[in-house]
Structure formats: C-alpha cells, structure tokens
C-alpha cells in the first residue's frame, strides 16, 4: 500500500509517498481501506518531532482518523463484515492506504453522511463531546466556553452544546465570527486583540461553567478569570504555548477544575468505552441532523504537504480533508 512515512522531521517537505507492507488484522481487529483521512494539529507536532506516535512502530506512519470500507476481519470479530463502511481514530497510520484497528474501536458512518465527509467526524466530535460533557460537565441550561471556535474541535464543540441545550461562548480569530454564529454559537468574540475576558465578563457575569481550552498559554490565567465557582477547565491543547503564569489563588477560591486530556496516549480499554458511549449518545445526532460534519478543504493525498502549509497558516474552518480514493 501507498503510506506517508516520516523518515526525518522537520517542515511540510518530509511528507513523502512510500510503497510499505500491508497490515494484517489480529484475531479482534479489522483492517480498512482509507478512502480519506484528514488533518489535525497533531500531525502537524508529529511532522515536527514534538508529538510522538504512543504505538512506537518500527515504520512512522502519522494520521489519527480515516473513513472507509471494511477489507479484512480477525477471527473474534462479530460486529464487522467485509464491506461495511465504518470511521474512527487511531493514535497513528492514518495517511496510508489501510489501516488495522480494534473492532469495537471503529465507528459506523452514520446513514446520511456521505463516506466522503466522514473523516471530519470521530476525531473533532470524540474530542469536544468527551471534554465538554464526559468530562467538563456541560449539561442543558449551563455556559461552556471553547477557544478557537472555528477550528475542528470548535466546530465540533457549538453543535453539540447546543444539540444538548448549552449555552455557548466562543473565541475566534479575525474574519471567522460569521462562520461560529452560524453554527449557533450565542456569543462570539474575536479573541486578539480583543479584550476577551471583559466581553465574556458582561455578558456571563458568574462565570462559565466548562470552559474547552485548544490554546493554552496565556490564556491559562484568564481561564480562572472566566470560570465560575465550582465550574471545569478542560486543557485539551496547547496552541499558544505550554508554559503561563497564573493565579494560583484562584483554582483554590474558586474550587476549580482543571482537567488535562489526550484521546491519543489513553489505554485500548478506555479508547473503546468512550467509542462505544459515543455510538449510543452522539451518532444519533448525525442521523437526526443536529451535528453534520464542518468541512473547509479537501486535497489529494499527493497534495499532503500543501494541506499541511495550508493548515499552519490557520485559515480554515472546520476541517481540512484528504481524499485517498
């Protein structure tokens, strides 16, 4: 099979097309045929030698989603027939061809979601339903909050807020507002070089109660500013830096929750029971319209390193996807 291998880090240039051997598919596993993948912020850390892939696999192989069809099955596996269409996220080996994964790990493409737009699902909706709600507590009636709102966990993140009956504040870049009040963001403010948290502040005077926090940096220590008492931070990455000074003080009079979390580096067994929570709670949603998949590009999959350029210039919205088929 065809597979991007990282034989050196560094910038978009290392992105090159290899023939490499095809997986094979353990007793519980299934091996599907990638029709398209799509790009995350990891992959750009990886590319770089700052995000390694947990698997340690002997050939690096980035790529944390893939939509496709079903190829090959193990013995144990029940769930799963050859040409099924299914979807879902890997800690690697997603830019190639095929991919081998856990059978209950994988997820169906649901009814009216073309295969072709499924690859913009697991790895942003997993990632804001399990920080905002599994684990940031956001239920219907409560504030969350979610920085870089346009972005594919912010995207992710307004629909399911308000599919549960969340309020919602987001920030956003410059240029990209419109793009989050049509999701159904029901506040949106431009996040530099705006005052932010005085915007935030006036309309949500007792704070947020979960706030989704992709950046990091400075906006640690105006995170405690915007929470309110008793409510969760959820740091679910570190675009503007992983170091910040912050007011101690407030994480204790505020009692504060302050919650770091990967999908990536979490054990097979917690990987399979969030998947499985997510089939019976979210997928639904899919099938009934309330969240859709937000798409702002696709490319070929010969065109890899000009979507990886096109996406550290961080002008889209939604996500950027790459076709294989």
């Known amino acids: 099979m065809r597979a991007i291998v990282l034989r050196a880090h ?43 892939d947990p698997r340690n696999p002997t050939i690096e192989i980035p790529g944390l989603e893939y939509a496709g069809t079903v190829s090959a099955i193990g013995s144990d596996v029940t769930e799963w027939a050859i040409g099924d269409q299914v979807m879902g996220i890997e800690s690697g080996g997603c830019y190639a061809e095929k991919v081998v994964t856990h059978s209950r790990q994988a997820l169906p493409v649901p009814a009216n979601v073309d295969l072709a737009d499924a690859a913009a699902i697991a790895e942003v909706f997993l990632t804001a339903w399990d ?26 993140g307004i629909q399911i807020a308000k599919a549960i009956g969340a309020r919602i504040a987001v920030t956003c870049s410059a240029g990209k507002a419109d793009a989050c009040t049509a999701l159904g963001a029901d506040l949106v403010i431009e996040r530099s070089p705006s005052d932010w948290l005085g915007e ?39 675009m503007g830096g992983g170091s910040a000074p912050v007011n101690m003080g407030l994480i204790l009079m505020k009692r504060v929750t302050w919650i770091g979390t990967t999908l990536r580096s979490r054990p097979l067994e917690r990987k399979v029971a969030l998947m499985q929570r997510f089939i019976d709670e979210m997928l639904p949603l899919f099938e009934s319209g309330a969240l859709r998949p937000v798409i702002d590009s696709r490319y070929s999959f010969d065109q890899l390193p000009e979507a990886h350029r096109y996406m550290e210039s961080n002008a889209n919205v939604g996500k950027i996807l790459i076709d294989l088929a």
Do not use: C, F
Not at 15 to 41: F, K, S, Y
Not at 132 to 149: D, E, Y
Not at 213 to 227: H, I, P, Q, T
């Open 10 to 52: 560094g910038g978009p240039e290392v992105l090159q097309i290899e023939e490499v051997p095809d997986p094979v598919a353990g007793p519980d596993q299934i091996v599907v045929d990638i029709a398209h993948t799509a790009l995350n912020r990891a992959d750009t850390l990886q590319r770089m030698g700052m995000y390694n």
């Open 200 to 238: 935030l502040s006036a309309a949500v005077p007792d704070g947020v109660d979960t706030i989704l926090d992709v950046v990091g940096g400075e906006e640690a220590d105006r995170n405690l500013k915007a929470v309110r008492v008793d409510g969760t931070i959820v740091q679910v990455g570190l």
């Open 131 to 156: 920080a905002l709600v599994v684990q940031g507590g956001l239920t219907s009636g409560r504030w969350g909050l979610i920085h870089a709102g346009a972005s594919g966990v912010g995207t992710a």
